[in-house]
């Protein structure tokens, strides 16, 4: 079996060490990181090899950047979208692990409806559509792990109508998504828990964690043949609690491999 994980760290210079007790602990055997919010020079590269990792990282100071962590070689890294664009955003980052193609995504957060990071966030996804159609065919055995930043349905939202129309939850953004997945991503998480209440994002304002008030916008989607394989999944709750938490938790997705 492979556990999958995928959390975004919201700084990885400011959770070092909650992420480095969480590796020893929970012991993912690939984790896709977002958020790192580090230049690669300043990236904590050693540590993770220490605890037994292989590392593929994109960074970028301040903002963005994505990482893949293996306990199984890495293979083949690739940074980047690659179609040509010239955007400057660390938000992909790929490697083959046992067969598998894992890509550890941050897909923009948008701000709000009508803005140009909207707009910006919108056409990532479609970005992200080509970049599958381009490189995989949907019987490839191809995980997509990371923060989305959608909530795909209102199960996924503490209260569909106070979030009706506001950024993680409008409609583009939706269709966006479902157009990705569409390709022939499968919603890993889905396979196993079909009720709502599951969440994987709580703002730090307001209390939102102990009040329970959250989002699912962290997913991890598989191809059809890893979907079959897949056995669980499950959203790491614990990893957001404590002093200093990120204000995401991490997903797993286990697999039959």
């Known amino acids: 079996m492979i556990k999958i994980a995928t959390w975004n760290v919201n700084s990885i210079r400011a959770r070092k060490e909650r992420m480095l ?31 037994g990792y292989e590392v593929v990282f994109h960074g970028q100071g301040g903002y963005n950047g994505v990482a893949i962590l293996s306990r199984l070689p890495l293979e083949h890294p690739a940074r980047g979208l690659d179609d040509g664009d010239d955007d400057a955003q660390a938000r992909l980052v790929a490697a083959t692990v046992k067969g598998v193609r894992v890509i550890s995504v941050y897909v923009p957060n948008g701000r709000a409806p009508g803005t140009d990071k909207y707009d ?11 970049y599958l ?57 889905r396979l196993h828990q079909e009720g709502g209440g599951y969440y994987s994002w709580w703002d730090y304002r307001m209390l939102s964690f ?6 699912r916008i962290d ?14 999944a499950y959203i790491d709750r614990e990893a957001r609690k404590g002093k200093g ?12 491999l």
């Open 120 to 130: 910006y966030k919108l056409a990532w996804l479609s970005r992200l559509r080509r």
């Open 219 to 232: 997913h991890v989607y598989v191809t059809r043949p890893l979907a079959r394989a897949c056995t669980g």
């Open 21 to 51: 007790a969480w590796l020893d602990d929970r012991q993912p055997d690939v984790a896709c990181l977002q958020e790192t919010k580090v230049t690669d020079d300043a990236f904590p590269e050693q540590v993770i090899r220490d605890l």
């Open 133 to 189: 159609e381009a490189r995989f065919d949907p019987d490839d055995p191809v995980v997509v792990a990371g923060d989305f930043n959608v909530a795909p349905d209102d199960r996924d939202v503490y209260d569909p109508a106070k979030w009706e129309g506001k950024i993680l939850c409008s409609e583009p953004e939706r269709r966006g998504l479902s157009d990705v997945s569409d390709w022939g991503l499968v919603d890993s998480f």
């Open 245 to 256: 938490p990120s204000d995401h938790a991490p997903v797993f997705a286990e697999l039959d």
């Open 210 to 215: 102990p009040k329970d008030r959250g989002l």
